[in-house]
C-alpha cells in the first residue's frame, strides 16, 4: 500500500470520529484550544490502537486465508464504506444537551472505542496486504488526532450536516480503496 493509500484510508478512518468531535462540538458554548486538542488525543490515540489489534488479529489467522485474503480485505472494507454510508444517510436525532463533568470522560471514551471499532476492522484488513502496520496506525492516529481537534472546534458553528457528509465521504473512500484492492489482486493474479 502506498502513502497516498494510506493516507485516503487514514481520512476515511478519522470521518465517524470527526463526525462524532462536530456533535460534542455543538454542546460547548465556546471551544478552547485545549480541550478540543485533549480530545483529539484521546479519539486519536484510541484510534491508532484499533488498527493494530486489528493486524494482530488478522495475522493470526491470514496463513489460514491466504488464497483469500484480497476478498476478505474487500469484503471488510466495502461493507464498512456501506455501513459509514447508511449511518451518514440517518437523520440525527435530538440536539446533544450538554454533560456532566463525570460523565463528559466516559462519554468520550465510549465514543472514541465506538467510533474505532471501524479501525480494527481495517486492522483486520491490513493483515492480508503488504503494509507496515505501525505507519498505517501512526497516520490514522494523527489524522483522527487533527479532524477531532477541528471538530470540535467547528462543531458548534457546523451542526451535524457536515458531520453527515464527512461520514459519507469516508464510506465512499472505504468502498474505492477495498474495489482497488481486489482490482489489484485479480490483475496481479
Not at 470527526?18 to 484521546?42: D, E, M, Q, V
Not at 485474503?69 to 435530538?94: N, P, Q, R, T, Y
Request: hydrophobic fraction near 55%; aromatic fraction near 8%.
Amino acid at each position: 500500500m502506498n502513502i497516498l493509500t494510506l493516507s485516503l484510508l487514514s481520512l476515511a478512518m478519522s470521518t465517524d470520529a470527526f463526525a462524532a468531535s462536530i456533535g460534542k462540538g455543538t454542546s460547548l458554548k465556546y471551544p478552547r484550544l485545549i480541550n478540543a486538542l485533549k480530545l483529539g488525543l484521546i479519539f486519536g490515540c484510541i484510534e491508532a490502537i484499533a488498527p493494530l489489534i486489528g493486524w494482530f488479529i488478522g495475522s493470526a489467522g491470514s496463513a489460514y486465508v491466504a488464497a483469500w485474503d484480497h476478498w476478505i480485505a474487500f469484503v471488510l472494507l466495502v461493507a464498512l464504506g456501506v455501513h459509514m454510508l447508511i449511518e451518514s444517510a440517518k437523520e440525527s436525532g435530538a440536539q446533544p444537551q450538554p454533560e456532566t463533568k463525570k460523565r463528559t470522560l466516559l462519554a468520550t471514551l465510549l465514543t472514541a472505542i465506538g467510533t474505532s471499532i471501524d479501525a480494527l476492522t481495517v486492522g483486520i484488513s491490513l493483515a492480508f496486504l503488504n503494509v507496515n502496520i505501525y505507519l498505517a496506525a501512526a497516520m490514522i492516529g494523527l489524522a483522527t488526532t487533527i479532524m477531532v481537534t477541528i471538530g470540535s472546534l467547528l462543531g458548534h458553528v457546523l451542526g451535524a450536516m457536515v458531520g453527515k457528509k464527512a461520514e459519507a465521504f469516508g464510506g465512499i473512500t472505504l468502498i474505492i480503496i477495498g474495489l482497488w484492492i481486489l482490482y489489484s489482486h485479480l490483475i496481479a493474479g
